[in-house]
Antibody
Framework: QVQLVQSGAEVKKPGASVKVSCTAS????????MHWVRQAPGQGLEWMGW????????NYAQKFQGRVTMTRDTSISTAYMELSRLRSDDTAVYYC?????????????WGQGTLVTVSS | SYEVTQPLSVSEALGQTARITCGGN??????VHWYQQKPGQAPVLVIY???NRPSGIPERFSGSNSGNTATLTISRAQAGDEADYYC?????????FGGGTKLTVL
C-alpha cells in the first residue's frame, strides 16, 4: 500500500541543524508532491513547504525561508527536510505528507511523524 | 495572507450530528480538505475537495462549502470520532491549515 516512513526521533542543541528523511513505497515517488508539516506540543498543524520530487523544485513557507531546505533522492524514493539554526520553539513532531499531482489537492498519505527536540 | 478560522472545541451527544466549521473570506471558491487527528497519531484525510470521502472513511462523514464557511458534518457521532479536526486550503502556492477543533462526544 501507499506508505511514507520517516526517520527516528532526534535531540539537538540550539543552533544545530536536523535532517529528517521520508521514504515512500507503494507508488511512483515522482507522482506525488511531498509536503512537510510540523506540530509543536499541544498545538496545531503548521505547513513548512513542498518539494516536487520530479523536478526538485521547492516552495517554502515564508516563515521558514532561509532556514529550511527540502531535497530528494529519487533513486531511493526518499525526501529530506533539513532545518538549520534550531531554536527551542522548533521542538515539534515533523510530518511528511504526499499530495498526488499538482494543484490544490489534499495530503494523503502522511508519514508517522518524527519528534525533534531542541534542548541545551 | 489567507486565514481560516475554526472553533476551538465542539461537543455533541453520542448518536447526534456534530458540525465543525471552517471560516474564511470567500472560502466557497476554494477546495477545502479535512483531516482527523487522534492523540499520538498522524492526521488522516477524511474529506477532500469539500465533500468527497476517501475510501475507508464512513459515510457518516460529509462536507459542504459555500460562501464564507465550510462545514464538516459527522452524523451519528460515536466515541471513536473524538479527535482533533483540521481544515486545510490552498492559497496560491501555499497551504493554510485551520487552528483545529477538538470534538468531544458526550
Amino acid at each position: 500500500q501507499v506508505q511514507l516512513v520517516q526517520s527516528g526521533a532526534e535531540v539537538k542543541k540550539p543552533g544545530a541543524s536536523v535532517k529528517v528523511s521520508c521514504t515512500a513505497s507503494g507508488y511512483t515517488f515522482t507522482a506525488y508532491f511531498m509536503h512537510w508539516v510540523r506540530q509543536a506540543p499541544g498545538q496545531g498543524l503548521e505547513w513548512m513547504g513542498w518539494i516536487n520530487p520530479n523536478s526538485g523544485g521547492t516552495n517554502y513557507a515564508q516563515k521558514f525561508q532561509g532556514r529550511v531546505t527540502m531535497t530528494r533522492d529519487t533513486s531511493i524514493s526518499t525526501a529530506y527536510m533539513e532545518l538549520s539554526r534550531l531554536r527551542s520553539d522548533d521542538t515539534a513532531v515533523y510530518y511528511c505528507a504526499g499530495q498526488y499531482g499538482s494543484g490544490s489537492g489534499p495530503f494523503d498519505p502522511w508519514g508517522q511523524g518524527t519528534l525533534v527536540t531542541v534542548s541545551s | 495572507s489567507y486565514e481560516v478560522t475554526q472553533p476551538l472545541s465542539v461537543s455533541e451527544a453520542l448518536g447526534q450530528t456534530a458540525r465543525i466549521t471552517c471560516g474564511g473570506n470567500n472560502i466557497g471558491s476554494k477546495n477545502v480538505h479535512w483531516y482527523q487527528q487522534k492523540p499520538g497519531q498522524a492526521p488522516v484525510l477524511v474529506i477532500y475537495r469539500d465533500s468527497n470521502r476517501p475510501s475507508g472513511i464512513p459515510e457518516r462523514f460529509s462536507g459542504s462549502n459555500s460562501g464564507n464557511t465550510a462545514t464538516l458534518t459527522i452524523s451519528r457521532a460515536q466515541a471513536g470520532d473524538e479527535a482533533d479536526y483540521y481544515c486545510q486550503v490552498w492559497d496560491s502556492s501555499t497551504v493554510v491549515f485551520g487552528g483545529g477543533t477538538k470534538l468531544t462526544v458526550l
